[in-house]
């Protein structure tokens, strides 16, 4: 998609349909992650059991975005709320431990997330150059990252989640980075309930890669 941003009329429009989306998208995420610190709470006590079947309605959710996005924005709204929601809840039992077990790993995680997604967020909103590359790099990362935790699973590598962690970093920061520029070139204002979601999952997972990294479990393989 050509970015006509600073150019004419056309341009003005562009600009402000900009801001607009950017606004709105942003909105979006402070709300989801609203719900998902409601979540948290509301599932602090929850079985391993419980936190499997939210994540799975979590993603349920995601995907049921992908249909209902062009159909009711209504609906899109909704399912990204539910899916605040219920990724809260899957999560809530890990961050519970963390809370009694290493409390100080929590803000050292949420600190460096937040810079971490400042700088990279702010670097793919105003980069020019075509992210495309990037974004097919990051995407087949993403598939090895999965199969290598999965071989985690099954085979004892020394600094294993260590590597995970910082692996999922470097692909997170690239998927950051085509996001937002996503978001700067995009005008459809109906879009912003899946922008803000994408833009969700990558600080969400950054802060898990934060975590096991400042609480040391990173040093356990």
């Known amino acids: 998609m050509n970015d006509s941003i600073a150019y004419g009329p056309a341009g003005v429009a562009t600009r402000d349909q900009s801001h607009a989306l950017f606004a709105r998208t942003m909105g979006f995420v402070a709300a989801t992650a609203a719900l998902f610190a409601l979540g948290a709470y509301l599932g602090r006590d929850l079985g391993g059991g419980a936190a ?8 349920g959710a995601l995907i049921g975005m992908q249909f209902t996005a062009r159909r009711s924005r209504e609906w899109t709204v909704g ?6 929601l219920f990724i809260g809840l899957a999560v809530a039992p890990t961050l519970a431990f963390y ?7 929590l803000w050292q995680a949420g600190g460096a997330t937040a810079l971490f997604i400042a700088g990279f967020g702010s670097a ?15 995407f087949w990362a993403l598939l090895a990252l999965i199969a290598f935790s999965i071989v985690l699973i099954f ?12 692996l999922g970093l470097v692909i997170f920061a690239a998927l950051t980075l085509v996001d937002f520029q996503r978001l700067r070139r995009n005008t459809d204002i109906d879009s912003a309930p899946l922008l803000a979601a994408s833009i969700f999952l990558d600080i969400l997972n950054v ?7 400042f609480s040391g479990r990173g040093d356990d393989r």
């Open 52 to 59: 499997i079947i939210s994540y799975i309605l979590s993603f």
């Open 79 to 84: 399912l990204l709320a539910l899916f605040g």
């Open 99 to 105: 809370a009694s077990q290493d409390p100080q790993a």
């Open 124 to 138: 793919g909103y105003a980069t020019r150059r075509d992210l495309s590359q990037v974004a097919r790099f990051a």
């Open 155 to 166: 085979v004892n590598i020394p600094n294993g989640a260590l590597i995970y962690s910082i």
């Open 207 to 213: 802060f898990l890669f934060f975590l096991t990294i």
